[in-house]
C-alpha cells in the first residue's frame, strides 16, 4: 500500500487508525494480484482479438491515448474512492489497509457489471459533429484535451487533499470542449456545442446529490438517535476497540456498497471515453457493435422502416427531400431546429442509410470501409430523432413515437456498446488507484470535517446514505459524485450530532466544488484551442 506523501500529522502514530494493517490485508493482497495479473492478460488477448480485424492501427497514438484513459480512472480511484473507506477505518471496524484493498476490489466488481448508462449520457455532452469526427484532428484534440484537464485538476485537489468530485471536474472539461470548439469554428457555420439540455439534467443531479447527502445522514442520525438508544453508537470509539458485532457489520456492508456503486457509476466514464477512443482510431474493429446476435442488424433494419413510414405521415404536401438529405439533417441536430424540409429530408436519409446496408445479413459481413460510415449515419438519424421525441420540435402521436422509441433502442444497440474487456481495463485502473495515495482524503474525511472524532452511527448514516444515493443515480443513467455525497454526509451527521463543524475545512470543500467548474473548462477550453495546432 503507497501513500504519495500523506499530508496527516498522525505519521509518527502507531496507534492512529491508518497505520491498521491487520494480518488478513497480507493473504488478501496477492489473492487481488492474481485478479490484476489474470485481468492484464485477458484485456491484451481480447484487444488483440479484435484488432486483428482492423484494416490499420495506429499503434503509438492508440497506446498513447488508451494510457491517459486509463490514467484518468487510477486518479479517480485513490481521489473517490478514498471516501468510501474513511468511515470504517476511524471507526476501526476494518484496519486501514485492509479496507483499502477490501474497497478496491468491489470497485473492481462494480465496475464489471454496470451497464454503461452513466457512460453514453456523459458522452452526450459532447458535440455531435465532434463524436462523428472523433478520429479527426479535432475529435483527437477533444479526447486528450478533456482527459488531460480533468486528470490536472484532480491531482491539484488531491495534493491539497480535497475530497473534490472527478464527475464535476469531467464534467466541466467536456464543457470546455464544446466551448473551445464553438469558439474555433469558422464564423456562419453551425456547431452544435455543448448540450445544455443534457448539462442541465447532469448539472442537477450534480449539485442535488451533496444537499441530499448532508440532509438525509442528518435525518438518518437523528432518527437512529430515537429509535436506537446505545450510547456507544453516538460516542467517540474508545481506544482500538472494534465497534459492536451488529455495527461493524453494517459499516462494512455499506462501505462495500459505496465502494460497488462508485465502480458502478464513476467506472463508466472512462468507459465510455475509451470508446470513443476506440471508435475514432479504429473504426473498423469499434465502430459498431460486432455482438454475437445475428438478429441485431435486421431489427434495426425493422425499426428503420417503421420510423420512416411514421415521418411520411408528416411531410406536408408539396414539400420535397432537399438534393443533400444529410446535410439538412446535420443542420437540424446542429442547430436543434425543426422545418417543413427536415422531415422528408430525414425519411430519405434513413431510407439511403438501410438501404445501403440491406444487402448484408449480419455486421461482420460489412465492408471495412463502410463500416464508420454507417455507423456515423446510424448515430446522426438517431441524435435527429431526439429531437422529436425528447424536444418535441415534430409533434406526433404517442403511437408513432413508440416506432421513434424503437428506433432510438436499436440505434442504441448498434452504437452504444461497451466491450468486456474495457470494462475489466476500467477496473483494473480503478481497483488499483483505490490502493494508492488514498490517505489524504481519509484523513480530510475522518479528522477535518468535523471538530469530534467520528462515531459508530455517524459513519453508518453517512454511508447508508451515500450507497443507496449513488445506487439510485446509477440505475437512472446519472452522474453523481461519491465525493460530495460521502463528505457531505459526514457534515450532515457532525451537524445533527451537535459535534460542530470545522469550518475551515468545509470552506476548502466549499471553494474546490465551486472552482472545479470554472478550472476545469478553462483548462479543457485552452488544451483543446493548443492541441488543436498539434493534431
Known sequence: ?????????????????????????????????????AGLVYVAYALGSDLAEAAAVPWILLGLALLIALGFEFVNGFHDTANAVATVIYTRSLPAEFAVIWSGFFNFLGVLTSSGAVAFGILALLPVELILQVGSGSGLAMVFALLTAAIIWNLGTWYLGLPASSSHTLVGSIIGVGLANQFLAPAGSATSGVDWSQASSVGMSLLLSPIIGFAMAALLLLVAKVLIRNKELYEAPKGNAPPPLWIRGLLIFTCTGVSFAH??????????????????????????????????????????????????????PGVAAPADPKATVSSAVKTKTWTDATTPALQAYIHATSAEIAAYPSVEKLPNGLVGNVRNDIYLIGESLKLIDKQKLLPMSAEDLKAVTN????????????????????????????????????????????????????????????????????????????????SSGVAGTMAANGSGLQWSTVRNMLMAWILTLPASITLAFVLFIVLRQVF
Do not use: C
Open 263 to 316: 465502480g458502478s457509476n464513476d467506472g463508466q466514464k472512462g468507459m465510455g471515453l475509451i470508446m470513443l477512443i476506440l471508435i475514432g482510431l479504429v473504426p473498423t474493429a469499434f465502430a459498431l457493435n460486432k455482438t454475437p446476435d445475428v438478429n441485431y442488424l435486421e431489427a434495426y433494419k425493422t425499426a428503420s422502416t417503421q420510423v420512416e413510414t411514421v415521418l411520411g405521415k408528416y411531410v406536408k
Open 407 to 486: 428506433y432510438h433502442a436499436a440505434v442504441d444497440h448498434a452504437t452504444k456498446f461497451i466491450p468486456l474487456w474495457v470494462k475489466v481495463a476500467v477496473a483494473l485502473a480503478l481497483g488499483l488507484g483505490t490502493m494508492v495515495g488514498w490517505k489524504r482524503i481519509v484523513v480530510t474525511v475522518g479528522e477535518k470535517i468535523g471538530k469530534t472524532h467520528l462515531t459508530y452511527g455517524q459513519g453508518a448514516a453517512a454511508e447508508v446514505v451515500a450507497m443507496l444515493t449513488i445506487g439510485a443515480a446509477d440505475h437512472l443513467g446519472l452522474p453523481v459524485s461519491t465525493t460530495h455525497v460521502l
Open 1 to 37: 500500500m503507497v501513500d504519495l506523501a500523506s499530508n496527516t500529522s498522525e505519521g509518527g502514530n502507531a496507534n492512529h487508525p491508518i497505520h491498521g494493517a491487520g494480518s488478513s490485508a497480507k493473504w488478501f493482497l496477492p489473492l487481488f494480484g492474481i485478479v490484476v495479473l
